[in-house]
């Protein structure tokens, strides 16, 4: 396996980042052995690059392919031990799609959401099929407007890890044919979520199952969408979605704070301190 450069790298990351893919690189930059100083390796579609010696190689990859699972991982310094050449301090780069937020149909529930979610800082894309609603009057906080054929919805976005799909179409129909393609997209979008009530919600499921769509495929579906907060207005129910969203990426509980924390509960509980005198020294 050849060496690659650091412009190889940095080019292949950039690439693969904008195609939706996530690639990762590790560059060794402390060693005892100088001669291995400085080479680099590329995980993504396919693995590029020799560090030097097979062992390390092995390494490399184990802490490349954890990187490339894990979304919390970020950029940075690691070590590793490797047997013949003891400690190796490697520089690890991780490129991932940007954070997408899809919005599939332009209603009123779709405008609030866009907006919401360009605060929370995600890319936003609307896609609709009707080209008077999906504007950049209606939508000034979108990225992108894709005027869509719901029987190919996806044909000009491409969906990732990051991508989290909104389905707020006009239509159970329309729904029902962005829901299959996602749950048929590899990889999984990081996010599927549909809107509507208990019996629309029950139909999709059971039209799924008919279809022979696996359970596991199901389970990613968030619907109906949204934390239950009692939310009624577009608005709200965007941000109830909008908070579903945040406990999902922070690890929330999507409990009320004040349950979680308790301070009221155990201010009160304390005992009551007792005087010193040095307290009533201070007090006088």
């Given at each position: 396996?050849?060496?690659?450069?650091?412009?190889?790298?940095?080019?292949?990351?950039?690439?693969?980042?904008?195609?939706?893919?996530?690639?990762?690189?590790?560059?060794?930059?402390?060693?005892?052995?100088?001669?291995?100083?400085?080479?680099?390796?590329?995980?993504?579609?396919?693995?590029?690059?020799?560090?030097?010696?097979?062992?390390?190689?092995?390494?490399?990859?184990?802490?490349?392919?954890?990187?490339?699972?894990?979304?919390?991982?970020?950029?940075?310094?690691r070590t590793v031990e490797v047997e013949g050449l003891g400690i190796v301090e490697l520089y690890l780069e991780v490129r991932r799609p940007i954070k997408e937020l899809l919005?599939?149909?332009?209603?009123?529930?779709?405008?609030?959401?866009?907006?919401?979610?360009?605060?929370?800082?995600?890319?936003?894309?609307?896609?609709?099929?009707?080209?008077?609603?999906?504007?950049?009057?209606?939508?000034?906080?979108a990225d992108r407007l894709v005027r869509a054929d719901f029987s190919d919805p996806f044909a000009d976005v491409v969906l990732h890890e990051r991508s989290h799909l909104l389905?707020?179409?006009?239509?159970?129909?329309?729904?029902?044919?962005?829901?299959?393609?996602?749950?048929?997209?590899?990889?999984?979008?990081?996010?599927?979520?549909?809107?509507?009530?208990?019996?629309?919600?029950?139909?999709?499921?059971?039209q799924l199952i008919d279809e022979g769509v696996e359970r596991h495929l199901i389970d990613r579906i968030h619907a109906p969408v949204g934390l239950d907060i009692g939310a009624?207005?577009?608005?709200?129910?965007?941000?109830?979605?909008?908070?579903?969203?945040?406990?999902?990426?922070?690890?929330?509980?999507?409990?009320?704070?004040?349950?979680?924390?308790?301070?009221?509960?155990?201010?009160?509980?304390?005992?009551?301190?007792?005087?010193?005198?040095?307290?009533?020294?201070?007090?006088?």
């Amino acid at each position: 396996m050849s060496a690659i450069s650091a412009a190889e790298v940095s080019a292949s990351l950039l690439s693969a980042a904008e195609q939706g893919r996530t690639a990762v690189g590790v560059t060794v930059v402390a060693c005892d052995h100088a001669h291995l100083l400085g080479r680099r390796r590329l995980q993504g579609d396919i693995e590029v690059g020799d560090l030097g010696t097979p062992p390390l190689n092995e390494d490399a990859s184990a802490l490349m392919s954890a990187a490339r699972s894990d979304l919390r991982v970020q950029d940075g310094l690691r070590t590793v031990e490797v047997e013949g050449l003891g400690i190796v301090e490697l520089y690890l780069e991780v490129r991932r799609p940007i954070k997408e937020l899809l919005v599939v149909g332009a209603g009123h529930i779709a405008q609030p959401m866009a907006h919401i979610g360009a605060l929370l800082g995600y890319r936003v894309i609307v896609l609709d099929d009707r080209p008077d609603f999906a504007t950049r009057e209606r939508f000034p906080d979108a990225d992108r407007l894709v005027r869509a054929d719901f029987s190919d919805p996806f044909a000009d976005v491409v969906l990732h890890e990051r991508s989290h799909l909104l389905l707020v179409t006009r239509g159970h129909k329309y729904d029902y044919e962005c829901l299959i393609r996602a749950l048929r997209t590899d990889p999984a979008p990081a996010y599927i979520g549909m809107i509507g009530s208990r019996r629309r919600v029950r139909a999709t499921y059971v039209q799924l199952i008919d279809e022979g769509v696996e359970r596991h495929l199901i389970d990613r579906i968030h619907a109906p969408v949204g934390l239950d907060i009692g939310a009624e207005t577009p608005e709200e129910i965007a941000v109830a979605v909008a908070a579903e969203l945040i406990m999902l990426d922070r690890g929330g509980t999507g409990l009320p704070l004040k349950g979680v924390e308790r301070v009221a509960e155990r201010f009160f509980d304390a005992p009551e301190p007792t005087s010193t005198d040095d307290d009533e020294q201070d007090d006088s």
